[in-house]
């Protein structure tokens, strides 16, 4: 039904982002990876998914057409939900993901919340002919941001909790790793190191 939304970023955060669209603000879920990709470009512009269920319609957006794609890919899968996927997609890049699959590195996808065994073994046998067949292959690149200021905390604080976290938990994480590190952590490497914590 819906494409893609252009238009102006009104906010953003680690878990979603909203959009004016010729004065219409659309909220839409997000991953990290896309979080990290939208910068701080007042227009933008998000690929979209729309989920529709008994009792609400969810956005969720993306970057780029292979995030997308491989979003779909992952939903298709028994056991896998939008908000699986999206904490997929903030725990490791597209092409991590899609390489986890396609050499069968079970304790990876493993290592996501939410991803057990069972669930591991059915992505690799239900995605790794679709994914080594088509023409798809995401290839690994270098991107990110730098933030360095006193709201770092809060901002992998609040996303955390919005992926359902409780907040003693994540404030002990969040304080081990920060004391723990030798140079300011961008807010992605922040939050995906304590995703591999909690």
């Known amino acids: 039904m819906y494409h893609h939304l252009q238009g102006r970023l009104v906010e953003k955060t680690p878990t979603y982002a909203v959009i004016d ?6 909220q839409v879920n997000i991953s990290l990876h896309t979080f990290a990709k939208l910068g701080s470009n007042e227009q ?5 998914h729309l989920s529709v269920k008994e009792d609400s319609l969810s956005l969720f957006g993306f970057a780029d057409e ?3 794609r491989l979003f779909r890919q992952l939903i298709s899968v028994s ?3 939008e908000n699986t996927a999206r904490m997929m997609l903030s725990s490791l890049s597209p092409a991590e993901i899609q390489q986890a699959i ?3 590195n079970i304790p990876v996808l493993q290592s996501i919340k939410g991803i057990g065994n069972k ?3 059915r992505l690799v046998l239900d995605l790794k002919d679709k994914i080594s067949k088509s023409d798809s292959i995401i290839t690994p690149m270098l991107d990110g941001f730098t933030m360095v200021d006193h709201q770092l905390k809060d901002q992998a604080m609040a996303a955390l909790l919005t992926l359902g976290f409780g907040k003693p938990a994540v404030e002990k994480v969040l304080n081990s790793i920060l ?3 030798k140079e300011m952590p961008t807010l992605e490497v ?3 190191m304590a995703l591999n914590q909690l």
């Open 44 to 48: 933008c512009k998000l690929l979209v």
């Open 190 to 192: 922040l939050i995906k």
């Open 119 to 121: 669930t591991a073994q």
């Open 179 to 181: 004391r723990a590190s």
């Open 66 to 68: 292979d995030e997308r």
């Open 102 to 104: 396609l050499s069968s």
């Open 21 to 26: 669209c010729g004065g219409v603000g659309y």
């Open 79 to 81: 056991g896998i939900g």
